[in-house]
């Protein structure tokens, strides 16, 4: 069964570099979605993407972070500068269909340490 | 404001029992409401969606309800099995984006 990845698994940084989370969506899918999840808090909407251009991002969202799909495969999410509180697991979620009637795949999660 | 509260914030039962989980929401507009299972540092995955006009919904041994006049939703596990051990948690979908519950933690002991 088709399914979303995400790389790396576990990623440690330093406060003040730059991360690049990757994501591989399912293949057909068109819809590419990022999430987080800092510990023990719920999960919290980043942004939307389609056809190459953002559709909705959250308040969290502000200039430090940034999405791309570079290729046919891969949608990624750029974390500028990164602070102690971006420490999170990032989700990345693609669908088939835009519309809240449609399924959203989730990845297995980056988790995010900023120290 | 949009907000999703879950009730209990954790539950353990024995292997074999039933039990229900309550989601309380107060999105508007509304469209659907998702419960999701997540396992221990992994993504997601979905169990049921329910639109406006669903008052019930099953998949396999979990068993969701949704009264959409109380804003109130229900997810209830039979024969409950160790494997069900994770955070369940809904998930209530306006026009955009997706809104989470902070979900039950769910521990079952055998």
């Known amino acids: 069964e088709p399914e979303v990845t995400q790389t790396p698994s576990h990623q440690v940084t330093q406060m003040g570099q730059e991360v690049i989370l990757r994501c591989v969506p399912i293949?057909?899918?068109?819809?590419f979605y990022w999430y987080r999840q800092i510990l023990g808090q719920k999960v919290e909407f980043l942004v939307s993407?389609?056809?190459?251009?953002?559709?909705?991002k959250s308040e969290i969202f502000d200039d430090q972070f940034s999405v791309e799909r570079p290729d046919g495969s891969n949608f990624t999410l750029k974390i500028r500068s990164t602070k102690l509180e971006d420490s999170a697991m990032y989700f990345c979620?693609?669908?088939?269909?835009?519309?809240?009637?449609?399924?959203?795949?989730f990845g297995p999660g980056t988790r995010l340490t900023v120290t | 404001k949009n907000q999703v509260e879950q009730s209990p914030q954790s539950l353990i039962i024995l292997e074999g029992k039933n039990c229900t989980l309550q989601?309380?929401?107060?999105?508007?507009?509304?469209?659907?409401l998702r419960w999701y299972k997540q396992d221990t540092g992994r993504g997601p995955v979905s169990l049921t969606i329910?639109?406006?006009?669903?008052n019930t919904k099953s998949n396999g041994r979990y068993t969701a309800t949704l009264d959409a006049d109380t804003k109130q939703s229900s997810l209830h596990i039979t024969a409950s099995q160790l494997s069900d051990s994770a955070s369940y948690i809904c998930?209530?979908?306006?026009?955009?984006?997706?809104?989470f519950g902070k979900g039950t933690r769910l521990s079952v002991i055998a």
């Open positions: 979620a693609s669908s088939a269909y835009k519309g809240e009637s449609y399924e959203q795949y």
């Open positions: 293949s057909n899918h068109l819809y």
């Open positions: 993407f389609y056809n190459n251009e953002i559709s909705e």
């Open positions: 989601c309380n929401y107060t999105v508007s507009p509304f469209s659907n």
């Open positions: 329910m639109t406006f006009s669903e």
């Open positions: 998930v209530v979908s306006a026009i955009s984006p997706l809104v």
